[in-house]
């Protein structure tokens, strides 16, 4: 079974090509435009990774890493944070909150399509 990754992102130019990418990696790939929307997906069925960037609608990916985090049902569930803010403490807080990587636009896609190999081959 391929494994699953949620997409939470509200730029649809980004989410379009991570779609594109990791479907054509075999991942299995929802989509979330808000915060809310990404916290009853992950409710409703966990993914195995969620790339998850910080200034979303309704739910900022900061709360949002750290409420995933709250449960210790979703331990293994990888968090990646892709996004424009890219200033240290910015990093430190996601790394903080438990996000497994921080990653900052502009991207590499295969660098970006790497790490979340990494993160999941473990499984």
Same mark, same amino acid.
């Given at each position: 079974?391929?494994?699953?990754?949620?997409?939470?992102?509200?730029?649809?130019?980004?989410?379009?090509?991570?779609?594109?990418?990791?479907?054509?990696?075999? /991942?299995?790939?929802?989509?979330?435009?808000?915060?809310?929307?990404?916290?009853?997906?992950?409710?409703?069925? $966990? $993914?195995?990774?969620?790339?998850?960037?910080?200034?979303? $609608?309704?739910?900022?990916?900061?709360?949002?890493?750290?409420?995933?985090?709250?449960?210790?049902?979703?331990?293994?569930?990888?968090?990646?944070?892709?996004?424009?803010?890219?200033?240290?403490?910015?990093?430190? !807080?996601?790394?903080?909150?438990?996000?497994?990587? /921080?990653?900052? !636009?502009?991207?590499?896609?295969?660098?970006?399509?790497?790490?979340?190999?990494?993160?999941?081959?473990?499984?």
């Amino acid at each position: 079974m391929s494994h699953s990754v949620l997409i939470a992102d509200d730029e649809p130019n980004i989410v379009i090509s991570l779609e594109f990418l990791l479907q054509q990696a075999g /991942y299995q790939v929802r989509v979330a435009h808000d915060g809310q929307q990404a916290w009853e997906s992950i409710q409703r069925q $966990p $993914p195995d990774l969620v790339l998850l960037d910080v200034m979303l $609608p309704h739910l900022s990916g900061f709360d949002l890493c750290q409420k995933i985090r709250e449960n210790p049902a979703w331990a293994r569930l990888r968090i990646v944070m892709l996004t424009a803010k890219g200033r240290e403490v910015e990093i430190s !807080k996601g790394l903080a909150l438990g996000a497994d990587a /921080y990653i900052t !636009k502009p991207f590499s896609t295969q660098d970006l399509l790497a790490r979340v190999r990494t993160l999941l081959e473990g499984d």
